[in-house]
């Protein structure tokens, strides 16, 4: 009876303990990681390029605006004055969209892109005067042109030409540089302006220039048709003719025998 009760109580310490072994081994257990399962790998993500910063809007200045202040003023006029060029006017109808280029009325505003202006300054009134503006723009200084005083009668453009600037042919130059001369009627006294560009020689034209030239002139070969012989012609070529009316033919008169063959 002892015996089975020691065998009894053997069992239930081996149980016991057997459970508490088994509670031991789990808790162990639970708190280890467990090695043998595979370990989820993150995807690196690949490096992304860094977008450029997006470029500042750089704010256009403000056109310039023109107000038209007289009449006859133009786009070509405004055009040439504020921007140095004519052919801009074409751009200024494109800043202007409701602009009729050709009907611009005083209290008109223009606007001029800041890009094309030379000067800020107001058009000035005499801009729009040709010869006021003509007046203002820079010009070559000529040359003071030679004057030759006509001091004798027979003068002539030709000769002139010819004596001042070595051609005869520049007395269409000279007419152009005397508008107010009359080319076919030239008096004593009157004034040729010669420009200096033709000018050979500022020797005054002598007097013996106007008497070569004619007798040239005098002495120069003719086309004309020979003349028919008349009958003094004839007379002397042949000698004197007998005839019985010695009154009427007065180169025979006077004539001796012996001229008679």
Not at 75 to 96: F, M, P
Request: charge should be positive.
């Amino acid at each position: 009876m002892t015996k089975s009760r020691f065998t009894l109580t053997g069992i239930t310490l081996a149980c016991a303990l057997l459970l508490l072994v088994n509670c031991s081994m789990t808790q162990v257990e639970s708190r280890q990681t467990p090695t043998d399962q595979p370990t989820t790998v993150s995807r690196v993500q690949p490096l992304t390029k860094p977008l450029p910063p997006e470029p500042e809007t750089v704010a256009e200045p403000a056109p310039y605006v023109h107000t038209v202040s007289r009449s006859g003023e133009t786009l070509v006029a405004i055009s040439s004055w504020y921007t140095g060029s004519a052919d801009n006017w074409k751009r200024l109808v494109e800043a202007n969209s409701g602009l009729n280029p050709r009907r611009i009325k005083v209290g008109d505003e223009i606007l001029i892109p800041a890009a094309l202006m030379k000067t800020q300054l107001t058009m000035p009134a005499d801009f729009m005067n040709p010869s006021a503006s003509k007046k203002s723009a820079p010009s070559r200084v000529e040359p003071t042109p030679y004057v030759h005083a006509v001091r004798r009668s027979g003068e002539t453009l030709v000769a002139i030409s010819t004596w001042y600037t070595g051609s005869a042919d520049n007395w269409k130059r000279l007419v152009e540089a005397n508008s107010d001369l009359n080319p076919r009627r030239i008096n004593v006294g009157d004034k040729i302006l010669i420009p200096a560009v033709l000018m050979k020689t500022h020797q005054p034209m002598p007097a013996d220039f106007m008497a070569s030239k004619a007798q040239v002139k005098k002495n120069a070969p003719t086309t004309s048709s020979p003349k028919k012989p008349t009958e003094t012609n004839r007379i002397d070529l042949f000698g004197p003719i007998e005839t019985n009316e010695a009154g009427e033919n007065p180169d025979v008169v006077g004539l001796p025998l012996e001229s008679i063959e």
